[in-house]
């Protein structure tokens, strides 16, 4: 099972926790606060943007689109998994078929079309965190000794923006290996409230499908 982390991306618009307007979200303790993308309070708080607020545990299946008839002869279209029904797939990503149709344009009878991430053990982090606190690139490659296999291939950097796309990254706070997603201040608000438990993507980076 693989470790994701979840950062807010920087587009509008903003999302707040939920909490006394006196405190600032940044400073305090977010487990357990309700996360929106309104500021009830109607006071200048420090947005959640571009910070890094949850940590999961995630499994991926591929999604299939699905063109089959039924007993009286209508044709049903639906998007699905190995595990989802299409019903359970709209339903947990939030995601409508209409949607999703936008979303995966161009698709044939049972053709994978995408990722379902589902959302295990769900831990919102004590205080955000920033995102140069996780370090990218040329991950290195250890022996059981915990020494390096290569040295010329330790080649990591900070992550200073918000990623397009699910890259693997270096916790510095564990030294774990995890991967970093971003989703908009909508989709991150429903995760972080329980709502939405699969995230939809097209693409994801093969060292995450091969459990590297």
Not at 2 to 9: D, E, G, I, P, R
Not at 91 to 120: M, P, T, W
Not at 129 to 149: I, Q, S, Y
């Amino acid at each position: 099972m693989q470790k994701l982390v979840l950062c807010c991306s920087k587009v509008k618009p903003y999302l707040y926790a939920n909490i006394s307007a006196l405190e600032e979200p940044l400073n305090i303790n977010i487990k357990d606060v309700f996360f929106t993308t309104y500021d009830t309070n109607n006071y200048k708080r420090t947005p959640l943007n571009g910070k890094v607020i949850v940590e999961c545990d995630v499994e991926i299946e591929k999604i299939f689109f699905q063109c089959q008839k039924d007993k009286t002869g209508w044709t049903n279209y639906g998007y699905k998994t190995d595990s989802l029904k299409n019903s359970e797939l709209y339903a947990k990503s939030y995601r409508s078929f209409s949607l999703l149709d936008d979303y995966f344009c161009g698709r044939e009878h049972n053709q994978k079309v995408g990722y379902a991430i589902h959302i295990k053990n769900l831990h919102i982090y004590e205080k955000a965190r920033e995102l140069d606190e996780f370090e990218k690139g040329n991950l290195p490659e250890l022996d059981f000794t915990d020494n390096f296999v290569d040295d010329n291939y330790y080649e990591l950097t900070r992550v200073l923006k918000t990623p397009s796309s699910a890259i693997k990254v270096r916790d510095m706070k564990d030294y774990q290996y995890k991967f970093l997603l971003s989703r908009d201040s909508f989709e991150l608000s429903r995760i972080l409230n329980g709502k939405q438990t699969v995230i939809v993507v097209k693409k994801l980076p093969k060292k995450m499908l091969n459990n590297d």
